[in-house]
């Protein structure tokens, strides 16, 4: 909590001074541009051609006189939310862009644009959304982001209830070049805990557990009060290559897309994916280490990670061995699209079946980009496949936002098949679609405050209809929410 609040303290006081190259008026202004009009009057002067010549120097002076005030090396160029440094040690730096002004930042792991970077060490597109605060302090480069949401919850029918509760995350980063690479430090902490430990209505929703005996059901489980506390050092292997070691406890190996809060295409819904434990429960794992190389626009990456879901105690830091193994290939082909696949084995994953391994598989594109002048846009498209006691269960979720001004809507469609939505183990394949907008209104330089709502239809297949008081059962939320940008 105290590194959290570190950064978040000095991206507001740090303000060093930005090492930018400029050509501006007045920075070069050499003696000889003077000196040819000099000479060009000195034929007219006939009478006393010596004394011109005497002159000439005293004239040739006055050059220097006016660039008497030199331009330091390192300038402060005024930003629109205030002055965002960029060390020059960089190399070679990617074109990035905060609080509304042009800047160079280069990836933690490799020689590409930042903005590449998600949760973990997950790529997304080029062109994604990078919101955070960013300043310097001596060698290091400070960022801090944070959301906060409170929201009222209603899910229908017999298995529905209601719930309002507090949600989201702060995020702190520090990093510093470290040999021709970078070193990195990750904090990431989350109010979820205080929602207490079964979490919030969520129909369809499975995985986890609120007292170590029950699973949860038709809940979404809070996280981990603590959600990453992660290190990283690159080096480059070429111009457009490097070599990366990642370790968390907890982090994220390297298994699925970004984690659903992380991918711009949903990070506006306050909703957890029911394809959460197909697709991305990993990015809380109790101990992480990741290693890869990047070639060009390709990543390999290889994790060995505790296997184990977290438990009901939110509060804690949890260890255990590094007994699961997870591979993951990417590729961004262009600036708006980043594509991954990934396979992981999972040892003794589920805390409620001890004993019983699985095998998961995940394949993602995810894309973003300008749909119009104004109007930004972005869209993830994921597939995953749990292997338990050689049943393959498959998920799928498209999601899809847009936003223009201080709009943003956003969508999300799912189908899983799902095993532990009631106690005969059988597969039931289910499906949601959710719909939602929130506008945002700025209250402070680096301060909004948003309010917003979404509605969801579940359906189930005709075995579940009892349970669930019909087809399709409804789910509705509002939300207000503070970030900090």
């Known amino acids: 909590m105290k590194l959290s609040v570190f950064l978040l303290s000095t991206a507001f006081v740090a303000a060093p001074a930005l090492s930018q190259p400029m050509d501006m008026p007045g920075m070069h202004m050499p003696a000889p541009t003077k000196k040819a009009p000099a000479k ?48 020059e040690v960089q190399a070679p730096m990617a074109m990035s862009e905060h609080a509304g002004h042009a800047m160079q930042i280069s990836g933690a792991l490799g020689p590409y644009a930042m903005e590449r970077e998600s949760s973990g060490t997950a790529w997304q597109p080029d062109a994604s959304q990078h919101l955070g605060l960013m300043s310097t302090s001596g060698g290091w480069t400070l960022m801090a982001h944070g959301v906060v949401n409170l929201v009222a919850d209603h899910q229908s029918g017999p298995r529905g209830d209601d719930k309002i509760f507090a949600s989201g995350m702060l995020m702190g980063m520090a990093r510093r070049p470290l040999g021709n690479g970078t070193l990195q430090f990750r904090a990431s902490l989350s109010p979820d805990p205080l929602m207490g430990p079964s979490g ?51 982090g994220e190996p390297a298994f699925g897309p970004p984690a659903f809060m992380h991918r711009e295409s949903i990070m506006d819904s306050p909703e957890a994916p029911i394809t959460h434990h197909w697709l991305d429960s990993t990015h809380i794992s109790f101990g992480v280490v990741t290693a890869g190389l990047v ?116 969508g999300r469609g799912e189908i899983t098949e799902n095993r532990e939505l009631v106690d005969d183990h059988a597969a039931y394949r289910v499906g949601k679609l959710s719909l939602g907008a929130v506008r945002d209104f700025r209250i402070g330089e680096h301060l909004s405050l948003g309010a917003g709502g979404l509605v969801a239809v579940n359906f189930v297949p005709n075995a579940l209809q009892p349970l669930y008081g019909g087809h399709s059962p409804t789910g509705a939320m509002g939300f207000v929410r503070l970030r900090l940008n």
């Open 200 to 250: 919030y209505p969520l129909l369809l929703a499975s995985g986890e557990t609120a007292n170590g005996v029950d699973r949860l059901t038709d809940r979404q489980h809070p996280h981990d009060f603590v959600m990453e506390l992660s290190a990283s050092a690159s080096q480059k292997i070429g111009p457009r290559s490097s070599a990366f070691l990642y370790a968390g406890l907890p």
């Open 295 to 410: 070639l060009d626009r390709v990543k390999v990456e290889v994790s060995r990670f505790n296997g184990r879901e977290p438990d009901q105690h939110r509060w804690d830091i949890e260890t255990g061995s590094l007994d699961s193994t997870a591979v993951r290939l990417s590729w961004s082909p262009m600036r708006t699209l980043a594509l991954q696949g990934s396979w992981g084995h999972f040892v003794d994953p589920e805390q409620l079946e001890p004993g019983v391994d699985q095998k998961r598989l995940s394949a993602s594109a995810m894309w973003a980009g300008e749909v119009a002048p104004g109007w930004k846009g972005a869209a993830t498209l994921a597939w995953g496949r749990k292997t338990v006691e050689h049943h393959n269960d498959d998920a799928f979720a498209a999601e899809a936002s847009i936003k223009h001004d201080n709009w943003m809507v956003f």
């Open 40 to 87: 060009r009057q000195a034929p007219k002067k006939k009478p006393s051609a010596t004394k011109p010549a005497a002159k000439k120097p005293a004239a040739a002076k006055a050059p220097p006189a006016h660039v008497e005030a030199p331009i330091p090396p390192a300038m402060t160029v005024p930003m629109d939310h205030g002055s965002m440094p960029v060390p």
